[in-house]
């Protein structure tokens, strides 16, 4: 087994250190949080955004056909994750353009394709589901949703009610915990 097959256990505390800030902040959501996760630090690092990449693999579905990164920060993790399993990516906005192609999804086609969603943090899972039901309407076949922390504030039961899994890969209980540990 090579480094980048291995279980890599100081990962979520590399994310947390790099990620994790304090302060008043306004989440996507309109809730008001003392904590926020900045996960445009980890994307930003090529090495931690590839370690990040090599154990969400281990999480897809054997079935996948295409990953759905959703703007903005699906997107690194979609492209980074294909490169480590050479699986086709599509690119999800919030809305279809209004100019060129006018698409919704760019990259692969999702019609009659398993499709994993790939979001970088789920807090209520408000535009994972916007996001979904748009794919579906588009033809794609979903039911999982992979991203890199999972905030613990609905998200999964939202994804839940509407036949989705969530697997994340740390819980931020988790990252909190893996941080504290050292």
Known sequence: MNKEQQDDPALAADIYRCCYITGN??????????????????AADPDLLR??????????PSDVEV?????????????????VTGLPCAFVRKEAKTYGTCRLAEGAAL???????I?????SGGQVLESVKACRALGARIET???????????????????????????LTALKAAASAL
């Open 145 to 171: 949703v992979l991203c890199v922390v999972d905030r613990e504030s609905g998200g999964s039961e939202a994804l839940q009610s509407e036949g989705l899994q969530l697997k994340p890969l740390y819980t």
């Open 51 to 60: 370690r990040v990449a090599v154990q969400l693999a281990r999480l897809l």
């Open 25 to 42: 902040f306004t989440l996507r959501s309109g809730r008001q949080s003392h904590e926020y996760f900045d996960k445009y630090q980890f």
């Open 119 to 123: 979001e970088d943090v789920v807090t």
């Open 67 to 83: 990953l759905a990164g959703l703007e903005l920060g699906g997107i690194p993790l979609a492209v980074l994750l294909g490169q």
């Open 111 to 117: 019609e009659g394709r398993r499709v994993v969603i």
